[in-house]
């Protein structure tokens, strides 16, 4: 990265940086600054857009859209279109035009489909994630603005805050108690101190005055100085890699799988066909090119548009009721979701926490108590937290001491306590706050009323705890404070010195119950969806708080009490208990992954630092927009409203994606399969091919076109009721009873055609392809519902894709239209029967459906999940 940075500077002098070592944080701050021409103020927007153009956006993979040509270019290579495009050049280089320009046109018809409906689904997904990209603090033009992290350019000054993720590699300027966590880079799960300043190492491990992008911040606040972006940041390449793959999901690698058995079968019948046909009429290039049609007919090659269109369009509902999915196949996961697990503040509760009273260890109301948890929230550095704006919100004390902060150890999740080292006057004394079961443990004295202290035996430490219990009962959210003298000359304390404290009181806080979350709840457990509430807060507090908003809840699991399990004693437990308490962050991620151990699909819904791990681990991870950096950035969707409502709406958005693809599906394994196998069949027994080539294409194409509508379906409330995992028996039962009762209707109809009408080539062929379409597109008003068709409304769309695809066909086949493409007009007599084939195949397929798409109810499905994590 060097050589492209001397190499630009020749170009341009005066505007471009110089270039900065590898190991940049060996270097001070100012000559950094110099090297980058840069200011601790920030550049203008002439500068970075400058800068912008000459290292492009702080993207560490450029995930550019695949451009049109190359979009087209990847389809015409594809084995079978390839062979096709190449046998239609033979067949027109042979003089049979009539054939090359119906073969080209349809091929590049249905090419020209799948590219646009595709493209269409991206827009709608690359617009959705844009809108809940993380931003970043900038500084630019002496302002501080918020841009997109792709804007961020070498030289920019930003400014970082605990829960945000480091956009870019660079330098720390300035700093108060910056802790950072590299774990994507290190596999270090401990967070790491910043300090600014000037590394001596050249080592990784010696730049603690430098952050990295992809690493976030989990306490304190920085400023950074942007050294590299995008792809020569040191780490941006790998996290962006990270976060950008899609690994698929359960559902998309059942479809893929079928997929790939279709393909298997159809490269068989191929063969097949291409062999007898050989021995019967020796080689010749119409029975090859029937051969590769119908395996273009067999393959689902619309597949993987249908899946892409069907959960764009899924996702651009749920935007709509204020739902963003970040990650496309998260949607099916989402409608498979049977166990929602929440964190409590702000999903449970309207996270709007007032301070409402501080009491002594007695219990009496004592103002000292609000006075040190004051000194403590106003000079600890690192993260704050929303209690500790609620106590900075009261109005300050008339005569604020003189105190200053000697050293601190910040809040932590794992601790529950944050420790501040202050000089107020002669005295030099720690102050903790924290959990206050905890802190009381650390304490061996209390603080009396009239400012003495007393020794604090068992009897009282059982008297406070049991007073704590009785507020949180009542729910109340208490934090502890107490305190400790040190020895004047004391300059750094360590979480050690957190002993042999005097007990001060407790502040109590509270934090109403979104009433909303009731009804919220009760639609998640009528979907089929179990909740677990997983918090870091006391179980008094969660259990007050489940009591109010009537939350239907068992069983109830402390983190002190996991700390002791194994993950298989874990997961025997989890499924009982629907309460966890004093979780810490990395026992969240446990709770998740024991839930799945157990075969469930787990949802995980959190906004904290705390949340990320859990969000992590989740097959759906969900985050609010006003969530920290780190749990958005982790979380595959993003509600933008903070209500438990809209998970329900996209639970069944989730589902009703999933009905629509089996839709897809059905139609594919059951009706197409049947007409392709029986044409493959009918070739061997005919005189002539049952379809002229093109013919089959052209079928194809209709049909594909009559699809389109799939994702726009409606979809029974009966499928949106229950989670729906992909299940290959269901699918396999379905194809094995519907495949041979359309195979049954063809061979009934080659038998009438040629034994009852005695019809020739041509008429034969017009009338086999409309009874093909005709039965292959209509059953989709039979198969797309589990319940009688007619009680089941289809979407205006499908309605409008699958009748106007039967138009153009009965168009070109029943019109003058047809004689191009070598059909024939049909005698009334035939035309009558072939609709009433049509109809008997109908009822037949309303009738058998009943068998072949019975619901395997959802405890036989959650048992054989069960053993296969
Ligand atoms: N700033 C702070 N200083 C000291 N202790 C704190 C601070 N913030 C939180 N705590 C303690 O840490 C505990 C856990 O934090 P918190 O409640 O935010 O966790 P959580 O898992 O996010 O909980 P929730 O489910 O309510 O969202 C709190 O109950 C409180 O006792
Ligand atoms: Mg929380």
Not at 62 to 85: D, G, N, Q
Not at 216 to 245: H, K, P
Not at 378 to 394: E, M, P, R, T, Y
Not at 848 to 856: G, N, P
């Amino acid at each position: 990265m060097d050589r492209t940075l001397t190499a630009e500077r020749q170009a341009a002098p005066t505007l471009v940086p110089q270039p900065v070592p590898d190991a940049f944080w060996t270097l001070p701050a100012d000559a950094l600054l110099h090297a980058l021409e840069a200011r601790p103020d920030g550049l203008s927007t002439a500068e970075a857009d400058e800068r912008l153009r000459r290292f492009g956006p702080n993207l560490a993979v450029t995930t550019t859209r695949s451009s049109l040509p190359a979009k087209l270019a990847k389809r015409i290579v594809e084995p079978l279109i390839a062979i096709l495009l190449i046998a239609a050049a033979i067949s027109g280089a042979t003089g049979d035009w009539q054939s090359f320009l119906i073969i080209v046109a349809i091929v590049f018809g249905s090419i020209g489909l799948d590219i646009a409906q595709e493209r269409q689904a991206e827009k709608t997904v690359e617009a959705l994630k844009r809108s809940v990209a993380v931003t970043a603090s900038v500084r630019r033009d002496g302002r501080v603005a918020e841009l997109r992290v792709e804007e961020i350019v070498p030289g920019d000054v930003i400014e970082l805050h605990a829960g945000e993720l480091v956009p870019a590699d660079g330098l720390l300027l300035s700093g108060q108690g910056v802790l950072a966590n590299e774990a994507i880079l290190t596999g270090e799960p401990y967070s790491v101190e910043k300090r600014p300043g000037t590394a001596t190492g050249e080592a990784l491990s010696d730049a603690s005055n430098a952050l990295f992008g992809g690493t976030s911040l989990v306490g304190g606040e920085a400023v950074m100085l942007v050294t590299e972006t995008g792809r020569n940041s040191r780490f941006g390449a790998i996290s962006t890699s990270l976060q950008e793959r899609e690994p698929p999901t359960a559902f998309e690698r059942g479809v893929h799988s079928l997929g790939m058995l279709i393909l298997r079968l159809t490269g068989f019948l191929v063969l097949f066909v291409l062999l007898t046909q050989m021995i019967q009429h020796g080689l010749s290039l119409e029975s090859f090119l029937f051969a590769v049609a119908l395996a273009v007919g067999l393959t689902p090659e619309l597949l993987p548009m249908v899946m892409t269109v069907t959960l764009a369009r899924g996702a651009a509902r749920m935007a709509a009721r204020k739902v963003v999915v970040k990650r496309l196949s998260a949607i099916h996961d989402f409608g498979a979701m049977d166990v929602l697990c929440t964190d409590k503040t702000g999903t449970l509760t309207e996270a709007r926490i007032a301070h409402v009273g501080s009491f002594g260890p007695d219990g009496s109301d004592s103002p000292r108590v609000t006075e040190w948890i004051r000194l403590n929230s106003q000079f600890v550095s690192g993260l704050h937290s929303n209690l500790d704006d609620a106590i900075l919100a009261d109005p300050a004390p008339a005569v604020p001491q003189a105190c200053s902060r000697i050293d601190d150890i910040p809040f932590d999740f794992e601790r529950r306590r944050a420790s501040v080292l202050l000089s107020r006057g002669a005295m030099t004394e720690i102050v903790t706050k924290g959990a206050p079961e905890a802190l009381l443990a650390l304490c061996t004295e209390v603080e009396q009323a009239d400012g003495t202290t007393a020794p604090l035996d068992d009897a009282e430490r059982a008297r406070i705890a049991g007073w704590m219990d009785q507020q949180g009962r009542q729910g109340l959210r208490l934090l502890g404070v107490a305190r400790r003298a040190m020895p004047a000359a004391c300059r750094t304390i360590s979480a050690a010195d957190e002993a042999g404290l005097v007990f001060v009181g407790c502040a109590a806080f509270m934090d109403p119950p979104k009433a909303s979350a009731t009804e919220a709840v009760a639609r998640l457990v009528k979907a089929g969806v179990r909740v677990k509430i997983i918090s870091g807060d006391a179980a008094p507090v969660v259990q007050h708080l489940v009591e109010t908003l009537r939350l239907p809840t068992r069983g109830l699991l402390a983190g002190e009490a996991i700390a002791t399990l194994t993950d298989a004693a874990l997961a025997e437990r989890v499924e009982e208990t629907d309460l966890f308490v004093r979780i810490a962050p990395d026992q969240k991620g446990r709770i998740v992954r024991a839930l799945r151990l157990r075969g469930h699909t787990v949802g995980f819904i959190g906004d904290g630092i705390n949340d990320a791990p859990a969000i992590h681990a989740a097959d759906v991870g969900l985050s609010v927009d006003g969530g920290t950096d780190v749990a958005r950035e982790a979380a595959d969707i993003i509600l933008l409203a903070p209500d438990l409502g809209v998970l329900a709406d996209g639970v069944e958005e989730g589902r009703r994606t999933y009905a629509n693809i089996m839709k897809y599906v059905r139609m594919g394994t059951s009706s197409n399969f049947g007409n392709m196998l029986s044409m493959a069949l009918a070739s061997l027994v005919l005189p002539f091919l049952p379809l002229a080539p093109f013919q089959v294409l052209l079928n194809n194409l209709i049909y594909d076109v009559s699809e389109i509508g799939i994702p726009f379906d409606t979809a029974d409330p009966e499928m949106l009721s229950q989670p729906h995992r992909w299940d290959m028996h269901e699918v396999l039962r379905f194809t094995l009873i519907m495949g041979p009762l359309s195979s049954l209707f063809d061979i009934a109809t080659f038998m009438i055609l040629l034994y009852g009408f005695g019809a020739q080539v041509e008429m034969f062929r017009t009338a086999w392809f409309v009874e093909s379409i005709a039965t292959q597109i209509l059953v989709i008003f039979i198969i797309r519902t589990a319940k009688p068709a007619w009680t089941s409304r289809a979407h205006p769309v499908l309605v409008a894709t699958s009748l106007g695809g039967l138009a153009v066909a009965l168009l070109l086949a029943l019109t003058p239209l047809g004689h191009f493409i070598g059909f024939v007009a049909l005698p009334a007599p035939l035309l009558a029967t072939i609709v009433a084939i049509v109809v008997l195949y109908l009822v037949a397929a309303e009738v058998l459906k009943r068998i072949a798409m019975r619901q395997v109810g959802p405890a036989r499905r959650r048992g054989r999940t069960r053993r296969a994590p």
